[in-house]
């Protein structure tokens, strides 16, 4: 999806689509363990409840506490914002904890803003291949030009929310979007 004209946009974007009516609730990454500060501000304004991801130390997620937050507080959205860490989290460990974990379906995005050049340059693995179901982020963080971002998926559904949330179908309806398999 094109439509996001940053990643603060983008972000907007994925926590429309996927994060519930107000109320709802969905876990980020603290600031001080390198999430985003904008996160839960937009979060906040869409009227979700946002819990902090559990880390047991500065680096690694306390992926037991991870499990019991997600079991208890049945979140609709984990949103991995991550982008001043000095190590990339091990998404396959956790994501794998999450989806174990869940008793309803919980949407997993992935914000790379940060990262996308060395996701996109094979030397941090894919967040798809992983197990999220959506990432994407900005692109003008890793590689030079205007400010702009993308969001990803290789699911038709996730693809369609996505597009409903950017897209005013009222007015414009799309007449095709394509989930892309990277």
Aim: aromatic share 8%.
């Amino acid at each position: 999806n094109l439509h996001p004209v940053s990643g603060l946009t983008g972000m907007t974007l994925a926590l429309a689509a996927f994060g519930g009516g107000p109320g709802s609730r969905i876990i980020s990454v603290p600031v001080p363990n390198g999430g985003h500060p904008d996160t839960r501000y937009v979060s906040e304004k869409f009227g979700y409840r946002v819990l902090d991801m559990p880390f047991a130390d500065w680096a690694h997620v306390d992926l037991d506490a991870l499990g019991r937050i997600v079991r208890k507080k049945r979140p609709s959205l984990v949103y991995f914002d991550h982008p001043t860490a000095l190590f990339p989290l091990d998404l396959e460990v956790v994501i794998d904890t999450i989806r174990k974990a869940a008793r309803a379906p919980v949407h997993v995005h992935v914000d790379t803003s940060h990262v996308n050049g060395l996701v996109w340059g094979g030397q941090l693995p894919n967040p798809l291949d992983c197990g999220a179901d959506s990432y994407g982020g900005s692109t003008h963080k890793t590689f030079p030009g205007p400010h702009k971002a993308v969001l990803f998926t290789n699911d038709d559904e996730v693809a369609d929310r996505l597009m409903r949330a950017a897209v005013n179908t009222v007015l414009f309806r799309p007449t095709a979007f394509v989930a892309i398999n990277a």
